[in-house]
């Protein structure tokens, strides 16, 4: 597999002492070898070392996938923790991340199946990053405009618009206005050994 060259910049460094071993934990306790892991996320074997030993940065959406292969949240992979099982979520305990050019907030509980976050996209951000893996997407524009290619369509969405898709579908997420796009987005947590994550010329575009 060809491995991803010039990725974003992911997690800041101060944070990946505690994402690398996690994600090494989480993956041994799913009973995954490194390669079986990768395969199921579209990385190399090597590539996922590197995160595992604090020498490669995650984007977003690679802790994304790395999230729904074991069955769990970006939030436990970053090591944040939030009340078990509190429905409420105050905007004050709630503070911004970043990971590949994104920023994100984490407003769902922990332990559900179903991860909710608010995001702000830059415009450019990652704009050739296609998706696909199981489970269900669902998102809301909530400022700016955003570019929703699923499949060989692409569509413009405003503020108030809303999409909700199968995951499978290859999709990407863009910003088309210049100060970025802010949107909600939910996605279901699901274990699968079809999951698969393209990351830009690095993996085949199906469909696309």
Do not use: K
């Given at each position: ?52 030993t604090n020498r490669r940065q995650p984007s977003l959406p690679m802790l994304l996938a790395l999230a729904r292969t074991y069955g769990t949240t970006v ?134």
């Amino acid at each position: 597999m060809t491995e991803l060259l010039d990725e974003p910049p992911g997690i800041p460094p101060e944070d990946l002492s505690t994402v690398a071993p996690r994600l090494r934990d989480l993956r041994r306790h799913s009973g995954l070898t490194l390669e079986a892991a990768a395969r199921r996320v579209g990385l190399s074997p090597a590539h996922l070392s590197r995160l595992e030993t604090n020498r490669r940065q995650p984007s977003l959406p690679m802790l994304l996938a790395l999230a729904r292969t074991y069955g769990t949240t970006v939030s436990d992979l970053l090591g944040e923790t939030a009340p078990e099982r509190d429905p409420i979520l105050r905007a004050n305990r709630t503070e911004p991340s970043g990971a590949g050019g994104w920023t994100y907030w984490t407003v769902g509980g922990a332990g559900r199946a179903m991860q909710a976050l608010r995001l702000h996209v830059p415009q450019r951000a990652q704009g050739d990053l296609v998706r696909v893996h199981p489970g269900e997407e669902w998102l809301y524009v909530l400022n700016g405009q955003l570019r929703l290619t699923l499949g060989e369509a692409v569509h413009l969405l405003d503020p108030g618009d809303a999409a909700h898709f199968d995951s499978l579908t290859p999709h990407r997420i863009a910003a088309a206005s210049p100060g970025g796009t802010d949107l909600l987005f939910v996605h279901t947590l699901m274990q699968s050994g079809t999951a698969e994550l393209c990351l830009g010329d690095a993996a085949p575009r199906r469909g696309l």
